[in-house]
């Protein structure tokens, strides 16, 4: 079956449930659902149809630990750069993302896969997103969660050499996959009022 | 109908049919499909739901007439210093998407909208442009083209002034709607053998 026919999911069901989803069943994902879901990403723009954007598809258990475990040190040297925690004590109760986040920091090297987005250095982010964002929706509509992530620079080089990435190649983010331990469901978000100018700047929109 | 009830066609025919329309009808959008896809665009991911991207939707003929203008001269500006091209004639035969995207140069301000997606300025890439691609994929699910197009930094002084954009505030892109005189359909990828790599850069995928 095409890839395109196996993703029958009404697109505002995917977009509406497309909950961050940190908490993975290790499970393996069926390699023809990846199939699917990196086939669905490519068909998002790219300027120019260039398609600069690969994917380094991460399934081996020795690179994924090897990547959680870099990861982890990441994530605890942003939280230590921007917020000044150090352990998971030094994150208040009502920092719940962050506290979610920082169990999927402890967890991520278990996920049965993990997609790095690559491109040349220097590539614009509106050649690569739009493909990690169709990448998400196409894996959710087939049951797979995903969460966008990014790296410190302070592990950049280690990541480097663990995949044996080129020089001019940049790592665009980290998206940890596989099947939820917790549900899909609905997401926070401001009102369309909040988010919309209509015709100037700070002119409200008719939702405003 | 909420948003998410609108958007009923199954995510792999929005995205397997996502072709970029350069050629719009310029008849008005319902502002009920606007809200759609506005209210689609914002449950795409963000960085720690700081909800950082904003959209100018610009629906004012004047206004449009006027980004237009500018829209034509950035197009042509980026053609002479990446192409050295100056007028259509310098525009080889076999460049197709070059010579459809002169023509929505010419045309764009007749659009019957375009929205600028914008963010205070240094905000990273994979908080907006998933918002974008969210956006074009549930206005494709409601029969409403686009492309994702980007405005030359020689016209941007202008641009800003245009729309009251504040010093701080950053034009992430410029994205014309509207019905399509075409007709959406497939676009042309590279295989995902090409585009994947397992476990190590340069490792073949299972597709290669």
């Known amino acids: 079956m095409s890839s395109q026919d196996r993703l029958t999911m009404p697109v505002g069901e995917a977009m509406f449930t497309q909950r961050s989803i940190r908490r993975l069943r290790p499970d393996s994902l069926p390699l023809e659902d990846i199939r699917v879901f990196l086939e669905a990403a490519v068909k998002a723009p790219n300027g120019g149809n260039a398609q600069p954007g690969r994917f380094l598809v991460v399934t081996e258990r020795k690179q994924l630990k090897a990547l959680g475990a870099l990861y982890h040190e990441a994530w605890w040297a942003k939280r230590k750069e921007i917020q000044g925690w150090h352990t998971r004590a030094d994150i208040p109760p009502t920092e719940k993302t962050y506290l979610s986040a920082s169990r999927l920091a402890d967890e991520i090297g278990d996920a049965p896969l993990i997609v790095l987005p690559c491109a040349k250095r220097g590539t614009p982010g509106n050649s690569?997103?739009?493909?990690?964002?169709?990448?998400?929706?196409?894996?959710?509509?087939?049951?797979?969660?995903?969460?966008?992530?990014?790296?410190?620079?302070q592990v950049m080089e280690r990541v480097m050499a663990l995949f044996a990435l080129p020089q001019d190649v940049e790592v665009f983010g980290c998206v940890p996959m596989g099947y939820p331990r917790g549900k899909f469901g609905p997401t926070a978000r401001k009102s369309i009022g909040e988010l919309t100018y209509f015709n100037r700047w700070g002119q409200p929109s008719p939702w405003a």
Do not use: C, D, K
């Open 128 to 153: 690569v997103f739009p493909w990690v964002q169709n990448m998400m929706l196409a894996a959710r509509a087939l049951g797979i969660g995903s969460v966008f992530t990014t790296l410190h620079p």
